[in-house]
C-alpha cells in the first residue's frame, strides 16, 4: 500500500542509493539487492515513509536506474527520484537540490540502513526540531580499537569509551547542510563531517542496532535474520 506522507509534516529525508555495492560481490546495484524478496531501497523507503514529521523523500539512484527505481518505489510512497553521482556526497546533492519549499528539517539516510525503523527517523528530526543544527544517531563501540601502520603494525590503541559507532539518518536544519554541501571539497563518508568542518556542533542521539548498514555478504545475512522481527515504524 502507498504510504501517505504528511503535507504538514516539517522533514525531507533524502535517501542515497547510488552506490554500485562493490563489498557486496558483483550483482545489481546495491540498494536493489534483495532482502526478503524485496530490495533494500523498497524497505529503506517503506520505513522512512512510516514516520509522521516526514512531508518528503528524494531517492538519488543509479543514472541508469531512475525510471526503474521510480516504477518500484511508486507503490510504496511518493518519492521523486533523482540521477545520483559518482560520490556518496555527489548523490546528496543532487537530492539536496530535489527537495522542495518547506521542509527545514533535512535527514539524509543511507539506503544500505534498509532496516531502519521509523522510530529512529523521528527521534533524529525531534532533536534537530528542539534546537541543534546537527544530529547523528551513535552507537557505542564494543571492540577495542587500535591504530596501525600500513604495513599492519599497532602504533597505539585508541580510548574505547570516547568512540561512537555513526549511523543515518543524521539530521540538519536544512540551512546548515546547504551551505555545507556548498563548501565540500573533499568527499567525505558522511555529511556530519561535512558540517563539521563549517565549526557546527554535532550532537548526538541513541543509534538503532537495526539501523546497520549491509555493506558485506555478512551483513545481508544478518538482515535476512532480523527481517522478521525488525519493526517497520516501532521502537529502535
Ligand atoms: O559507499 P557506501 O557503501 O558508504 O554507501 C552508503 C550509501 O550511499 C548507500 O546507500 C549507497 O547507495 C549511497 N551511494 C550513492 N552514490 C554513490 C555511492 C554511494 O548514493 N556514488
Redesign the pocket.
Known amino acids: 500500500m502507498t504510504a501517505q506522507l504528511n503535507p504538514r509534516g516539517d522533514v525531507a529525508v533524502l ?7 562493490v ?1 557486496l560481490g558483483p550483482g545489481a ?3 536493489l539487492r534483495r532482502l526478503g524478496g524485496e530490495p533494500l531501497l523498497t524497505h529503506a523507503v517503506r520505513r522512512v515513509a512510516a514516520a509522521p514529521s516526514v512531508h518528503s523523500i528524494v531517492v ?1 539512484a543509479p543514472a541508469t536506474e531512475v525510471a526503474a527505481v521510480r516504477e518500484l518505489l511508486a507503490p510504496v510512497a511518493e518519492v521523486t527520484v533523482v540521477p ?5 556526497q ?3 546533492a543532487a537530492a539536496l537540490a530535489a527537495v522542495p519549499a518547506g521542509p527545514e528539517i533535512i535527514l539524509v539516510h ?4 534498509a532496516l531502519t525503523p521509523a522510530a529512529l527517523v523521528e527521534s533524529v528530526a525531534a532533536a534537530v526540531r528542539a534546537g541543534a543544527e546537527a544530529v547523528i544517531p551513535v552507537l557505542p563501540v564494543v571492540d577495542t580499537i587500535k591504530e596501525v601502520s600500513a604495513d599492519e603494525v599497532v602504533l597505539g590503541t585508541v580510548d574505547r569509551a570516547a568512540l561512537r559507532a555513526v549511523q543515518t539518518p543524521q539530521g540538519f536544519r536544512r540551512a546548515v547542510l546547504t551551505a555545507a554541501h556548498a563548501a565540500a571539497v573533499d568527499p567525505l ?1 558522511d555529511d556530519a563531517g561535512l558540517v563539521e568542518k563549517q565549526g557546527v556542533r554535532v550532537v548526538c542521539v541513541p543509534g538503532s542496532e537495526y539501523a546497520l ?1 549491509i ?1 558485506r555478504p555478512f551483513d545481508l545475512a544478518l538482515a535476512e535474520y532480523l527481517l522478521g522481527s525488525a519493526p517497520v515504524a516501532g521502537q529502535s
Open positions: 535517501v542515497p542509493a547510488a552506490g554500485a555495492g563489498r546495484p546495491k540498494a538519488a545520483g553521482g559518482a560520490t556518496r555527489a548523490s546528496v543511507d539506503a544500505a540502513r563518508t548498514k555493506t
